[in-house]
């Protein structure tokens, strides 16, 4: 239980940081944000559990092929935000986006022979 609290809190001033960063610089927090940080951490947390290199190996690259399906939310939102929808209806929209869009991903990826 407490390498589970050292990971929790960790990961949450992590976040907590980028949250400070954007709120100084939009630029700047949307450039750490952009950063694979929380993949590495789980990369990190991950092989300080297991040792597990297949394990490492299978989650980098099932997450390159999810992240793919996330993308177009970060198009989405600003376009619908600008012409006017709120802030939370768009991050809705963008969300829901991307969970139709992962749900393609699993359907489609065993077609192309990608194991998720």
Known sequence: ???FIVKAVL?????????????????MGALVASLPLVSVIGMIWIWAET???????????ATFW????????????????RSGMGFW???????????????VMIGVAPRFGLRL
Not at 51 to 61: K, N, P, T, Y
């Open 89 to 103: 209806a768009a991050l809705g929209i963008g969300c829901a986006l991307t969970v139709i869009l992962y749900l």
């Open 51 to 61: 040792r597990d290199a297949d394990r490492i190996a299978s989650h980098a690259g």
């Open 66 to 81: 999810y992240v793919l399906p996330s993308l177009p939310m970060f198009v989405v939102m600003p376009l619908l935000i």
């Open 11 to 27: 990961s949450g001033l992590l976040i907590a940081a980028v949250s400070e960063v954007a709120r100084r610089s939009a630029t």
């Open 1 to 3: 239980m407490t390498w």
